[in-house]
């Protein structure tokens, strides 16, 4: 205990030392002001349209169900095939990471036979694209604050070295590692300020729009907030490393601006613009095509409507010992209905599959770029946190899908019931379709997504400490 007292009383005036240099530069401090300020704008912004995607969901939400209960004495054929809309709700995270949700729509029609995508994108208007390709909180955080620890902190060692009073330092017989310590603690400091409107504007912003259970939005917002500390201190030991590595601030900068160029601006794009000149993903159209052709037929084969009512209606004729399907003892329609649905589902079921399939090679490309970037590691990472990746696309749209499947079987059966007092119609029928209550899935659910971003982080900072902490007294 008294070994670990005596190094950070050691550690203290060193730091302050470096502290004391970084304030004295007046590029540091005005950049970071502004830097600090566009965040801040940033997240207000983000947080508006939050708040104002969040309220339009809930108004549109209550509504369809209203229209829903409200439809009176309507055929239930009719209803099933006008089926509603449900909308997916925003998480109150998703304002420190918005992700894929400008772009991954946020309104789904369930109806029988068909199994729509979603769509109402909010990238779709027009100001928000140019605002979502400059800037989100995350991608602010993630990609600039590293810039300005690259510029704050690439001749942390080569200008002292260049100075020569990095000797004269060393000859008090200050340990190296004390030293790059100090330097990184220095640096991560700088790096937390920078970070701070993120930590605490987005934090409580995040948790004043909570719509999950305490414990798993405060969860979410902490390991986000964790991971993104952690991203930083992985910088600020990488920039101090390449500093005492190297024999120039020219040099260091280069290095610096090269790695970082390429890691955030180039792998991304890169990494799916390549499989995409060999993989091309279809359109919506084309996708639509699929069990379009299936279900309607073409010169080569039979509508599936067609060919299941006439199947139906032998089995059913004489099954029952009738002449005519309205002798049945039931309403023959909606067992149609029933059925057809079983194999409409079946094709929508393999086409998603299939589509998922071709997003394959794309998502292993990501998977791969990211153990080469640290940016898009903790991007994946962040995103997860905040319900704005595939993962959370995926789980919404199969929770839209399994509720369609729902509410056609129930309108369905009640549609196989001849007209009787008895008879399931009217708002008793309306009611029993259930309301849409989407749960986005818990922490523990979405872990295996996490912990390959950490790994990689992991490996990249015992790299630099390693690299760093070995003396490097000869260059200069």
């Known amino acids: ?83 509603t809309f449900l909308f997916k709700p925003v998480l109150p995270v998703s304002l420190l990471d918005p992700g894929l949700l400008p772009y991954s729509g946020t309104t789904i029609r369930v109806e029988a036979h068909v199994r729509h995508r979603l769509t109402n994108r909010p990238a779709e208007n027009d ?28 001749g942390a060692i080569t200008r002292e070295r260049q100075q020569g009073t990095f000797s004269i330092i060393r000859s008090f017989g200050i340990p190296w590692s004390l030293l790059i310590s100090a330097k990184n603690v220095a640096l991560l400091v700088v790096a937390f300020i920078l970070v701070s409107p993120y930590f605490i504007i987005g934090t409580g912003l995040s948790l004043y729009f909570e719509s999950l259970s305490g414990a798993q939005i405060t969860l979410r917002v902490f390991l986000l907030g964790m991971g993104t500390a952690f991203y930083l201190f992985c910088w ?34 890169l990494s799916t613009n390549l499989v995409s000149l060999t993989n091309a993903l279809p359109s919506q159209e084309e996708v639509r095509k699929w069990s379009n052709q299936r279900k309607y037929g073409n010169e080569e084969s039979t509508n599936i409507y067609r060919k299941i009512r006439e199947e139906l209606t032998k089995e059913m004729l004489t099954k029952y010992q009738v002449k005519s399907t309205r002798e049945l003892p039931f309403n023959f329609s909606g067992l149609v209905m029933l059925e057809t649905e079983k194999v409409t589902d079946r094709f929508y079921q393999e086409d998603t599959d299939r589509l998922r399939e071709l997003q394959k090679p794309y998502e292993r490309a990501v998977a791969a770029a990211a153990w080469l970037s640290p940016f898009m590691a903790i991007h994946q990472f962040t995103a997860s946190l905040a319900g704005t990746d595939n993962y959370h696309h995926d789980h919404f749209d199969a929770a839209a899908e399994e509720y369609r499947q729902h509410l056609v079987q129930v309108v369905n059966k009640a549609d196989t019931q001849k007209e009787s007092p008895e008879a399931l119609r009217g708002s008793s029928l309306w009611k029993a379709v259930r309301e849409f209550e989407y749960q986005p899935p818990s922490v523990s659910a979405i872990s295996h997504v996490l912990w390959s971003p950490i790994l990689l982080l992991v490996i990249w900072l015992a790299s630099s400490l390693v690299m760093a902490m070995k003396p490097n007294d000869s260059q200069g």
């Open 127 to 154: 100001v928000e694209l140019i605002r979502s390709s400059l800037s989100t909180p995350a991608k602010l955080v993630q990609g600039v604050i590293p810039l300005l620890l690259i510029l704050y902190g690439c």
């Open 1 to 83: 205990m008294s070994q670990v007292k005596s190094v950070i009383q050691k550690l203290i005036p060193l730091v302050n030392l470096e502290l004391s240099y970084l304030r004295s530069e007046r590029m540091i401090w005005i950049s970071g002001l502004i830097f600090m300020i566009v965040l801040t704008g940033e997240l207000i912004l983000t947080a508006h349209d939050h708040a104002r995607l969040r309220t339009a969901a809930e108004r549109a939400t209550a509504a369809e169900r209203e229209n829903w209960l409200n439809q009176g004495d309507r055929d239930p054929h009719g209803a099933a095939h006008h089926g």
């Open 236 to 269: 600020s030991c990488f920039v101090i490393m390449i500093s005492a590595r190297t024999r120039s601030s020219q040099m260091s900068l280069t290095v610096l601006l090269m790695f970082w160029g390429i890691t955030t601006l180039c792998l991304p794009p």
